[in-house]
């Protein structure tokens, strides 16, 4: 059973993507997706060494249509070694999708008439409610980095409720 002061790790993949540690409404630590594989294992290591995450979401994603085989090639092998660095760091984990996370924190799916970009900004504004003291949101040159890590703070999330309980 977990306990509530427990902390959780949110994972987007993709060269865009991020890692977030949480702890209730409080984010920890956040990084942008590390582009070495040693640095991905570093930090993953270092979290669970430091502050030993009770658990981790990583969201489950495909290639788009339209990608091309070389770029979904590179994104499945970047996915794969995401696993392996958690299974590595023997960081329990499970696979989530999109549309289940969001629904999970409540989030309205896009609409066709939505740009992705608007999309995108509908969950930084999510991410900034649930971790209003969240120093980077203070920062308005950091729009890049709050965009590459938001989804990862709402993964995280995502993650808490549902090992507490909150939603199933």
Not at 32 to 41: G, K, Q
Not at 51 to 79: D, I, Q, R, T
Not at 140 to 151: E, F, I, S, Y
């Amino acid at each position: 059973m977990p306990t509530l002061n427990a902390m959780y790790v949110g994972i987007d993949p993709g060269a865009n993507g991020g890692l977030a540690l949480t702890q209730g409404t409080v984010v920890i630590e956040w990084a942008e997706m590390p582009r070495l594989d040693r640095d991905l294992l570093n930090l993953l290591r270092q979290w669970k060494e430091e502050y030993e995450p009770e658990f981790c979401c990583l969201e489950k994603v495909n290639s788009m249509p339209g990608e091309g085989h070389v770029g979904a090639f590179s994104f499945g092998e970047g996915f794969g070694k995401l696993q392996m660095a958690l299974a590595a760091v023997e960081l329990p984990y499970e696979l989530v999708t999109p549309r289940v996370w969001q629904k999970g924190l409540g989030v309205k799916v896009k609409e066709k008439s939505e740009s992705k970009k608007d999309f995108k900004e509908r969950l930084r504004h999510l991410a900034i409610q649930l971790f209003p003291s969240e120093p980077l949101w203070d920062k308005p040159k950091t729009l890049g980095k709050q965009r590459a890590v938001c989804d990862a703070m709402l993964i995280a999330e995502y993650c808490r409720r549902k090992c507490q309980g909150i939603i199933s």
